[in-house]
T-cell receptor
């Protein structure tokens, strides 16, 4: 019940295309869903986050879609660029200051 | 990353030796976390702290101990290092607001 399942493990997208990463959870007590971006040799960094009372949140080219009834959420990267090539982690927590449960990550590669 | 530093950045040690990794923050945040990152497993929580001398176990705590005697420092100790503890270790801090975690740059530990 504490798991966050993330797919795909790896993803290759052409420059300018849409990258989509999906996550699912079981615990309905989760109330904060952040996404982290990690470049090689660096620590993960918060990219965008959403709460379950909102179905969509957009920040620039990055959009989180949230389906509370299905217990699923996804990250869409519009107009994907080679600089977006990184590992992306979805995550969930029951309290914003509580420990975060991470998905296993998606390695995204954008072809130039 | 600004406000959080990990040391050392790299370490090679022999099986059976004790190892201590240090996380230092200048943000005065109450919450601190240790994660390990391994291919195919994503980020897994080892231990976390909600304040000075207030620590708890995460999902992969066996073989690890922590200490937090000051707000700014969170130490992770491998009592007797094993090859299975070869990994990249990340420290994270959590503050107020919807800013999520701030991660350090990581420590790459190799146990030979």
């Amino acid at each position: 019940q504490q798991q966050v399942k993330q797919s795909p493990q790896s993803l290759i997208v052409q420059k300018g295309g849409i990258s989509i990463i999906n996550c699912a959870y079981e615990n309905t007590a989760f109330d904060y869903f952040p996404w982290y971006q990690q470049f090689p040799g660096k620590g993960p960094a918060l990219l965008i986050a959403i709460r379950p009372d909102v179905s969509e949140k957009k920040e620039g080219r990055f959009t989180i879609s949230f389906n509370k009834s299905a217990k699923q959420f996804s990250l869409h990267i519009m107009d994907s660029q080679p600089g977006d090539s990184a590992t992306y982690f979805c995550a969930a927590t029951m309290n914003r200051d509580d420990k975060i449960i991470f998905g296993k990550g998606t390695r995204l590669h954008i072809l130039p | 990353d600004a406000g959080i530093t990990q040391s050392p950045r790299h370490k090679v040690t022999e099986t059976g030796t004790p190892v201590t990794l240090r996380c230092h923050q200048t943000e005065n945040h109450r919450y601190m976390y240790w994660y390990r990152q391994d291919p195919g497993h994503g980020l897994r929580l080892i231990h976390y702290s909600y304040g000075v001398k207030d620590t708890d176990k995460g999902e992969v705590s066996d073989g690890y101990s922590v200490s937090r005697s000051k707000t700014e420092d969170f130490l992770l100790t491998l009592e007797s290092a094993t090859s299975s503890q070869t990994s990249v270790y990340f420290c994270a801090i959590s503050g107020q607001g919807d800013n999520g975690y701030t991660f350090g740059s990581g420590t790459r530990l190799t146990v030979v």
